[in-house]
């Protein structure tokens, strides 16, 4: 993206602390533009149980099986001890990461109603005035993001895999269908992201609460069978067991946490829904029904411990097998699109804040701002999603590498909570180190117990984190690079301007428009204009998009006009990271003039890089900066601007 695109970024509180920033691209209305159009009361709450907790309601299929094989099999059945305290381990797990962590407290942490990682480490951000930890905190912001890439491929893979393994108890014959049912399933439901959620979204809050409540009775009918499984609310059980196994329960721990997964989306989609449909929906709903499913779970293994082989399908009787594969396939659909949604908008942010280069957003829904489809980043994940189904083959083998995504991401945002929590609700250090501090123990045990799993399958998330951060790191430092060498060549806006009024230079009729984003230099674009055609328009518009560390601005703080000279302005708008800026639909908003979309022109420039006779960047790196250069989204289709409406120049740049 060409320094001259009218693009910047901004710190709504202070200096600009990024190298670049972008606008989106996106064809939305007017009223649509700028903020979220929020279902409320019961419609709120249905709408939450069917997008925020499909990831986390559909664990029952594979985290309590997981747990009780690092202790026992069918073969050699764990003792009716170590299942009461395993299942202890998962309830407690639920209690401290998902209720009081996520839903008491981290959700406390809004930053202008959205929340999510990207917006807590903006908060993070502002409150903190050192430029180094400014910079750590977008380390750590990062690393969070990467982290939920990981678990937003594997998501789709062991959610599918694991609804679509139950066939095996009713009909043992279909096995060897397992892997190319799943792989159609998940093939499907990646074509389908082009259609938009908004059709099919209503249909998810009615299944899950179908879901929810059948999981909850199955498991209720089943507790019946060992009604001594009651003792594992009691957190003595999971310490008992810890004390008992040493070194194995840490391992046990590696499969607990696979229970809280999708605890994350609790917090990232707070935006969507509000903070209350949320957390009400958790307390009295989700949780009873996840509660009473693995206490169920754990009773009939007791009971008859050859059910460990699929103990959430032996819940259910014969006759109610099938329908019950097809609502956890529904179910684990329904959790794969959460997952690849969290990661459209969450790839959409990381592009606004100027980590990623532009690419080609579609919006899927004219009312609803948060609905969106990236066409590349799709396929990416889906090709991911495929490749992890092929190589495992099984979502118990799978859940090896499911863990250490989830944790890490826990860390991470532990860490900024710890910030926020310290300087903008002012608790005192001692509170903020007690009570996070122990979420911070708890989630690093969690951690290091899935780090035992790299050679299993912990790998991969770290290997897409990995990957994922070098080339954020890698566009930062060749956006920066470019900044630097232009800025040397750049000509300031003023002296322009005074230079322009005492020249002979030719204005012709029309409304010219040169996108930069530095407001105080003049765009390349104007000087090679004025250099090959030796003339300027009548009217003439610089424009620079800044994206705040904020999700969302006000109205009436989007939009800054300054006249320069007799009919040329200054615009300066600004935008949210969560927003989705269409330029000619906000300058026909100006008052100051009569903007005609139709008859505007852009300029525009585009950087030819080439490698220095010094270079300052590796080669491999600058490889990869070249090949992001390349294959971004053009200017005018970024912006959704009329591409026959654009005149781009070529600038070289030698970094």
């Not at 149980?49 to 099999?73: C, E, H, K, M, W």
């Not at 990416?380 to 590498?401: D, E, I, K, T």
Request: positive net charge; hydrophobic residues 50%; proline residues 6%.
């Amino acid at each position: 993206m060409s320094e001259q695109d009218g693009i910047s970024l901004k710190d709504s509180s202070a200096d600009a602390r990024y190298p670049d920033s972008t606008g989106q691209p996106t064809s939305i209305p007017p009223q649509a533009e700028g903020g979220h159009v929020r279902p409320k009361g019961l419609g709120a709450m249905l709408a939450a149980l069917g997008v925020v907790y499909g990831d986390i309601g559909t664990s029952p299929l594979y985290a309590l099986q997981s747990s009780i094989r690092t202790v026992g099999t069918e073969t050699h059945p764990a003792q009716t001890w170590e299942v009461i305290g395993l299942t202890s381990l998962t309830f407690w797990a639920l209690m401290l990461i998902v209720t009081i962590k996520y839903v008491m407290l981290v959700m406390r942490a809004d930053h202008n109603k959205e929340g999510g990682i990207i917006a807590l480490m903006a908060l993070a951000q502002r409150v903190c005035k050192s430029t180094y930890f400014r910079w750590v905190f977008g380390l750590i912001g990062i690393a969070g993001a990467c982290l939920f890439f990981g678990d937003g491929i594997i998501t789709p893979a062991i959610s599918v895999l694991s609804a679509v393994e139950g066939v095996e108890v009713s009909v043992p014959e279909a096995s060897p269908f397992i892997i190319p049912a799943a792989i159609m399933v998940l093939l499907g439901l990646f074509a389908a992201q082009a259609l938009g959620t908004g059709k099919i979204g209503r249909a998810f809050g009615p299944i899950m609460l179908v879901w929810f409540i059948t999981i909850a009775l199955l498991g209720a009918r089943a507790i019946t069978l060992h009604p001594g499984i009651i003792l594992a609310l009691s957190p003595l059980e999971a310490i008992r067991f810890i004390v008992t196994h040493g070194k194995l329960s840490f391992v046990a721990l590696g499969s607990v946490v696979l229970s809280v997964t999708g605890a994350e989306a609790l917090y990232a989609d707070m935006g969507h829904f509000g903070r209350s449909p949320i957390r009400y929906v958790w307390i009295f709903l989700v949780l009873p029904a996840l509660t009473l499913n693995y206490f169920g779970q754990a009773a009939m293994i007791i009971h008859n411990p050859t059910t460990l082989a699929n103990p959430f399908y032996y819940l259910a009787p014969h006759w109610m097998q099938i329908p019950m594969l097809l609502l956890a396939t529904c179910a684990t659909i329904i959790a794969s699109q959460a997952g690849i949604s969290g990661s459209f908008s969450l790839c959409r942010q990381l592009i606004q804040l100027g980590y990623l280069p532009r690419t080609r957003i579609i919006h899927t829904n004219p009312h609803e701002e948060a609905q969106i489809y990236l066409p590349s980043f799709n396929w990416m994940l889906a090709f991911g999603a495929v490749v992890l189904v092929l190589a495992f083959r099984s979502s118990s083998a799978l859940a090896s590498a499911y863990g250490i995504a989830v944790t890490g991401t826990f860390l991470c945002t532990c860490v900024l909570a710890m910030v926020v929590f310290h300087r903008v609700f002012q608790w005192k250090s001692y509170a903020v180190g007690v009570v996070f501090g122990f979420f911070f123990l708890l989630d690093g045990v969690f951690f290091s117990a899935n780090v035992m799993k790299i050679p299993e399958g912990g790998w991969v998330p770290l290997s897409i984190a990995a990957g994922s951060t070098l080339i954020m790191t890698t566009w930062q430092r060749g956006r920066q690079l470019i900044r630097n060498t232009k800025k040397r060549d750049a000509v300031p806006m003023g002296s322009f301007i005074t230079r322009l009024t005492q020249s002979r230079t030719i204005r012709v009729p029309g409304l010219a428009v040169f996108l930069t984003s530095d407001p105080e230099m003049v765009p390349d674009a104007l000087l090679y204009n004025l250099r090959h055609n030796k003339v300027l328009h009548q009217t003439v518009l610089f424009v620079t998009v800044q994206t705040l560390d904020q999700p969302e601005v006000e109205a009436a703080e989007r939009m800054t006009v300054k006249e320069l000279s007799p009919g040329i302005r200054r615009v300066i708008l600004r935008y949210g990271f969560m927003e989705m800026p269409n330029l000619p639909v906000t300058l026909a908003q100006m008052t100051e003039m009569d903007f005609d979309p139709i008859q505007a022109s852009y300029f525009t420039s585009h950087d030819l890089v080439f490698r220095s006779k010094v270079p300052k960047m590796s080669l491999w790196r600058m490889w990869i900066f070249l090949y992001l250069l390349n294959n971004a989204t053009s200017i005018s289709e970024f912006f959704r601007i009329p591409p026959e409406r654009v005149m781009e120049f070529g600038v070289r740049v030698a970094i």
